[in-house]
Structures are given as structure tokens and as C-alpha cells.
């Protein structure tokens, strides 16, 4: 990655607290994925799953810059991404089509 961009391990103060498990106790998250929320202060926030995959991507990061602008490092709670909900469905569909063009299948016994 260059350019100077930075990557989740540059946010040294993001707390990420993902236990999981909803409120009935069944796991609602999967490995490998965080929950954030997702929208401007004008319209309701949706919860998108993601995998921590996206953290490393210039688009993510971009998004993760804004939200330290807005909330700063020490917004307690799940991560939020302060944009539209239908601006994060467009870089998620970047992210995504970025993602499946470097896709190397997994090799299993």
C-alpha cells in the first residue's frame, strides 16, 4: 500500500469490541467479519457485516479517515461510517469486484 495510506494497523486507538454474539446469544458475525453502521446523521444507520479484509483497502481506509474526522479514536461502540448508506453499497461493490479479480481459490485437503 503507498501513497501514505494507512491501514486498521495504523489506527493504533480504533477500538474494535466485536464479541459475536446477538442478544440470544447465537453468533451473528462470522469469523473473519466486523459489524459497523453505516449513514449520515439525516438518515437511519444500517448495520452492514464486512470482512476484515476490507481495513486494507484504499477505499476502506478513506472511509475509516472520515469517520476519525467526524467521530475521532475515541467513539466508543461499533465502528461508523459516516456516509450515505447508498454511497458504502457503491465502494462496497468496488471493494468487492476489486476482491474477486485477486481471488485465489483456497486449496483443501
Known sequence: MGGGERS????????????????????????????????????????????VSYFNHPLFIQLLKEAEEVYGFHHKGTITIPCHVEQFRCVRGKIDKHHHNLHVPCFRA
Request: charged share 25%.
Open 8 to 51: 486498521i494497523l495504523h489506527f493504533p486507538h480504533l477500538h474494535i469490541h466485536q464479541s459475536g454474539k446477538s442478544k440470544q446469544g447465537k453468533r451473528d458475525v462470522p469469523k473473519g467479519y466486523l459489524a459497523i453502521k453505516v449513514g449520515q446523521a439525516e438518515e437511519e444507520q444500517q448495520r452492514f457485516i464486512v470482512p
